[in-house]
């Protein structure tokens, strides 16, 4: 399946949301749907669940019209809750049959996910009597209730402890092992690193970066390497380099520099150059940005 | 439409479930089989015991009284009265009074004039009355010995029986007032509870976030019009157990009821009068609970409700506030004028219709002023539900709420 985005746009009592919104999601990838708070993610999510109509602008799946009422989408926003007063199974049933899935598939799904989730034994407790983390996994619960053909995550791992959320990882990577068309946000960049191929950046209701994710490294990589001596420390080493090589541009992080080579300058030269003026090599290699560096140059950007 | 049934389905049992609604039914219903049991209960107890002889004398029990410059004598205050305790003087009168011992003093100071002295007085107190009464007895008396007249004679003359026998063809307002009572009285009731639990459910909705599955689950019109329908028949029935226990305690602890008290419950019990009140009950129940969800949907935090549903709680009681005038005048213009406003029809129209003549003319005019209004104000209330459901912020106002809905609708 291929849901494609088209040039959405969406306006609230004349202020403008989303300007012109494009991006295609695929099923078998995991799409990480990324931006910050308020800057559209949810607004585009509901347009495409049909909560209120855009603008202008489409929504195509595999080349025809996107009716979200024909499908079972299993969504899980941000800022969730459900019935603190009614039992768990009771009303995962009901938000099931309340997206068109028959009662008696609802409550086999719902049993079946709450088996997994190790909440089988709570199916008729009221939802108020579980922990918080358990509450979320009830919440997760009803977004896959019925095998919905898309799954939407939002922060789907806020909550969760480190075994739940790894419980949570292998029914992800599961879902899109069966070719389930996955959206995923959060601001956790390791859990979107971890599942996501594809991602799509949002800022101030513009899209400023999609595509391969692995390819966006490289291609934002490129012309960067990572350096670190052992006989000078960083600070010394960027004043040892800004001597010995003119136009060059050096960051750093926890782990080493970061040096932007320059046009008229390659990897060879300049390690040539390195070991000229005394530096002991530790580490070298090829500089891949991690998702986080990604995200704040980019929205870094837009605000410049 | 299933989706509208869901909800209904849903939320009725949610309803109905809730151990506060269980238990208040229950001790409402309790209470009134108690209450409805009283006459029999009374009856149980009158038959065990020897009747009390019959006395005309009145019983001034906690009064005190003072006869000065021999204005009167005991004996003649006997003739009216039993329990009399006489004071010597005003001081010794006041200290009784100051210490509680008794709640009214009478000093008598002549024959034609006397002083009543009270702790409190109340507005409809008539303290002074009994010891009038009995003066004025006297003194008709001492003045037709002067005239040479035989009292007894005289108050013979006086004792004049006249026989009447009243026919009412229209409406008799002392057989329905109390039904009309208990049934406005429930009708508010109603009202003012499920409409706070309605727009309670949304505004928890909104708070704990369940309202962003929901509205991402169905079209936010099943939503309220499920919720509203769920509330509004939860109402119903919890209001229409009770008075069914009511109707079975009188019906049967009818046989010790007094005639007149059973006239008053039963005599307004009539077909049309009761048909009037139900749809007009109807209709201004949906128009209440739909204006009470949307106004639960304007605000994001529970805190928030009760402000935001205040304006539409005062319009209701003010409602109220009519009706009762119109148990007691319902001819008055108020009341006519409140039974044609649908806001206010819902308890005025029944009242009037219970109480005294109306015609099909003003019913038709009234009730299709009811149901468009209603309906106007349902499909108002679904635009505001729909906008209000998926803001987030501050407390946001009707007015606003449809201003912002005008101008999407123009888009």
Redesign the interface.
């Known amino acids: 399946m291929k849901l494609e985005i088209k040039n959405i746009h969406k306006s609230f009592s004349g202020k403008q949301i989303l300007h012109d919104v494009s991006f295609t999601v695929t099923t078998g990838k995991a799409m990480g749907f990324l931006g910050r708070n308020g800057a559209g993610k949810t607004t585009t999510i509901r347009a495409l669940m049909d909560v209120f109509k855009a603008d202008a602008g489409h929504f195509v799946l595999d080349g025809k019209p996107f009716d979200p009422r024909k499908f079972n989408i299993g969504y899980l926003p941000e800022e969730r809750g459900m019935y603190a007063k009614e039992k768990i199974l009771n009303q995962l049933v009901y938000f099931a049959e309340l997206r068109g899935i028959k009662k008696a598939a609802a409550k086999a799904s719902g049993e079946y996910w709450l088996k997994r989730f190790e909440l089988d034994y709570a199916k008729n407790h009221k939802l108020e009597t579980l922990s918080k983390g358990n509450q979320q996994k009830v919440q997760i619960a009803q977004a896959l209730i019925g095998d919905p053909d898309i799954l939407i995550f939002d922060e789907p791992f806020s909550g969760l402890d480190p075994v739940n959320s790894q419980v949570l990882k292998d029914v992800i990577r599961e879902k899109i092992a069966e070719g389930k068309l996955v959206i995923f946000s959060s601001h956790q960049m390791t859990y979107v690193e971890e599942f996501c191929d594809e991602i799509t950046l949002i800022e101030k209701g513009r899209i400023i970066l999609s595509g391969n994710l692995d390819e966006i490294k490289n291609e934002l990589g490129k012309s960067k390497i990572r350096l670190k001596s052992l006989n000078f420390d960083n600070g010394e080493l960027k004043e040892k380099l800004m001597h010995m090589a003119q136009g060059l541009d050096i960051s750093q992080d926890k782990h080493s520099l970061i040096i932007h080579l320059p046009e008229n300058n390659n990897l060879s030269n300049f390690l040539r150059q390195c070991l000229s003026a005394g530096i002991d090599i530790e580490l070298i290699s090829p500089y891949q940005p991690s998702l986080t560096d990604i995200f704040i140059w980019k929205v870094g950007e837009e605000h410049a | 439409m299933h989706?509208i049934f869901?909800?209904f389905a849903?939320e009725l049992k949610?309803i109905l479930s809730k151990k506060s609604i269980i238990i208040t039914t229950a001790i409402i219903s309790i209470v009134l089989l108690i209450a409805t049991t009283i006459p029999t209960i009374l009856q149980m107890f009158d038959n065990g015991e020897e009747n009390p002889q019959p006395t005309d004398k009145i019983s001034l029990m906690g009064s005190g009284i003072v006869i000065a410059n021999e204005a009167i004598t005991l004996a003649e205050l006997e003739i009216f009265f039993r329990d009399i305790t006489i004071y010597d003087s005003e001081s010794e009168v006041r200290k009784a009074l100051n210490d509680e011992k008794i709640v009214q003093a009478y000093i008598i100071t002549s024959p034609t004039a006397f002083t009543t002295i009270v702790v409190n007085r109340d507005l409809y107190s008539n303290a002074s009355f009994p010891i009038r009464n009995a003066l004025t007895q006297l003194q008709i008396r001492r003045n037709l010995i002067e005239l040479d007249l035989d009292p007894i004679a005289v108050s013979q003359a006086y004792n004049v029986n006249i026989s009447v026998n009243e026919i009412v063809i229209g409406k008799d307002a002392s057989d329905s007032f109390l039904i009309a009572y208990v049934l406005m009285f429930a009708v508010y009731m109603l009202v003012i509870m499920y409409g706070a639990m309605v727009s309670t459910s949304v505004a928890r909705e909104k708070d704990?976030?369940?309202m962003?599955?929901?509205?991402?689950?169905?079209k936010p019109d099943?939503l309220i019009i499920g919720k509203v329908l769920a509330n509004g028949l939860a109402g119903v029935l919890q209001f229409g157990f009770v008075m069914i226990i009511g109707v079975i305690g009188i019906f049967v602890n009818r046989v010790n009821y007094p005639g007149e008290l059973l006239s008053m419950v039963l005599g307004g019990l009539r077909f049309d009068s009761l048909l009037v009140f139900l749809i007009f009950t109807f209709f201004g129940y949906l128009l209440y609970l739909f204006i009470y969800a949307s106004l639960g949907s304007l605000v994001s935090k529970m805190e928030d409700v009760s402000s935001s549903v205040a304006p539409i709680t005062l319009l209701f009681i003010a409602a109220y506030v009519i009706a009762s005038l119109g148990l007691q005048m319902p001819e008055i213009m108020l009341v006519k004028i409140g039974s044609y406003v649908p806001f206010t029809a819902i308890l005025a129209m029944p009242v009037r219709y219970f109480l005294t003549a109306v015609s099909w003319l003003e019913l038709a005019v009234s009730l299709t002023l009811m149901t468009l209004t209603a309906w106007l104000f349902a499909r108002i209330s679904i635009d505001i539900y729909r906008l209000g459901s998926?803001n987030y912020g501050n407390k946001m106002s009707f007015v606003k709420a449809l201003k912002?809905i005008r101008?999407d609708k123009r888009?």
């Open positions: 989706n869901k909800v849903f949610s704990n976030r369940t962003e599955l929901l509205i991402t689950s169905t099943a998926l912002l101008e888009k």
